[in-house]
């Protein structure tokens, strides 16, 4: 499984940006999806998962009421819609999907299959 993110860039404080995650492999509709951001200096933070079998959606805390993850079967994507973008949003974004079922969804380790990244920038 490939997984190529886009959409990052740069705004000001309250702007929205929407980020892509495009996946290879046949299977992508029982592939549970996720989003990470690891900012410079500090460890890789969940932000969103949602699940494949019944759409359910869990947001880390930070971002909880203003993005929204969504997937796209057909598409083979999965979408991060941020809005109300603070400057502590900054960092690298990456996408990634589990296939044999997640324990703890918040946890890095938990997940096979990870995107390159792409750069957020809030700036204030």
């Known amino acids: 499984v490939q997984l190529q993110a886009s959409g990052g860039g740069s705004v000001q404080a309250g702007g929205s940006l929407r980020l892509s995650c495009a996946a290879s492999?046949?299977?992508?509709?029982?592939?549970?999806m996720g989003w990470f951001r690891q900012a410079s200096g500090k460890e890789r933070e969940f932000v969103a998962y949602i699940s494949w079998s019944d759409g359910s959606t869990e947001y880390g805390d930070s971002v909880k009421g203003r993005f929204i993850i969504s997937r796209d079967n057909a598409k083979r994507s999965v979408f991060l819609q941020m809005n109300g973008l603070k400057s502590e949003d900054t960092a690298v974004y990456y996408c990634?999907?589990?296939?044999?079922?997640?324990?703890?969804?918040?946890?890095?380790?938990?997940?096979?299959?990870w995107g390159q990244g792409t750069q957020v920038t809030v700036s204030s």
């Open positions: 492999g046949r299977n992508f509709r029982k592939y549970d």
């Open positions: 990634a999907a589990d296939e044999d079922g997640l324990g703890y969804i918040r946890c890095e380790f938990e997940w096979d299959y």
